[in-house]
């Protein structure tokens, strides 16, 4: 399904064939459909494949790290480590947020995405705040704040047609510690960038 995943972040939904899929994946017509029972199928598969993965980094996360700001710093690497694959799934959930696109599969494997983001990090804010770690903010207000400009950080990317986002990201993660008063304890050490920036993409 990856080599559908590349087509659909590519292109768009409607321009992609089954034949461009089974050229590029290097297999017959008959053996997708022998999985799928159309392109739809193939689409939402891929797709919520892609999410769930994704989730799982983020949940494999949270196991282990009791620390807010430790799980902070994870989040904001694993973003960083998985920002080919997650850079795909931006796309085509951009895409998808277009007219006459309607797999409810989809629609509510995009919703489990934001959802799970939110949560680590409503989550990872409220644990800072009631240990002393955070000065009193809005935990929801944080996470949407970060979720909204991840995603920008990704939508510049294709502007620009740069897939490095490790820059913008610890400036990001920056931003977000001053925000939680924590700008004199934590800084971007000088060599931070080119060190995340040199994480292999998985």
């Given at each position: 399904m990856s080599a559908a995943v590349d087509l659909f972040s590519e292109c768009d939904y409607s321009s992609v064939t089954i034949q461009d899929i089974t050229r590029r994946a290097g297999v017959t017509h008959s053996l997708v459909y022998y999985h799928f029972k159309n392109k739809e199928e193939l689409f939402t598969r891929a797709v919520t494949n892609l999410i769930e993965k994704t989730i799982k980094g983020y949940q494999e996360s949270r196991k282990?790290?009791?620390?807010?700001?430790?799980?902070?710093?994870?989040?904001?690497?694993?973003?960083?480590?998985?920002?080919?694959?997650?850079?795909?799934?931006?796309?085509?959930?951009?895409?998808?947020?277009?007219?006459?696109?309607?797999?409810?599969?989809?629609?509510?494997?995009?919703?489990?995405?934001?959802?799970?983001?939110?949560?680590?990090?409503?989550?990872?804010?409220?644990?800072?705040?009631?240990?002393?770690?955070?000065?009193?903010?809005?935990?929801?207000?944080?996470?949407?704040f970060v979720s909204t400009h991840i995603d920008g950080i990704?939508?510049?990317?294709?502007?620009?047609?740069?897939?490095?986002?490790?820059?913008a990201m610890l400036d990001l993660k920056w931003v977000l510690w001053i925000m939680l008063g924590l700008n004199e304890d934590v800084s971007i050490k000088k060599n931070e960038v080119s060190r995340l920036a040199a994480i292999p993409s998985r």
């Open positions: 282990h790290h009791s620390d807010p700001v430790d799980l902070i710093e994870d989040w904001f690497e694993n973003n960083i480590r998985l920002s080919q694959d997650l850079r795909k799934l931006v796309k085509i959930m951009f895409d998808y947020a277009g007219p006459g696109q309607s797999s409810p599969s989809v629609a509510n494997a995009i919703h489990n995405f934001y959802d799970e983001e939110h949560k680590i990090l409503a989550a990872s804010v409220t644990q800072g705040i009631s240990t002393g770690h955070f000065k009193a903010v809005d935990p929801v207000r944080i996470a949407s990704f939508y510049d990317s294709f502007i620009r047609d740069d897939d490095d986002i490790a820059p």
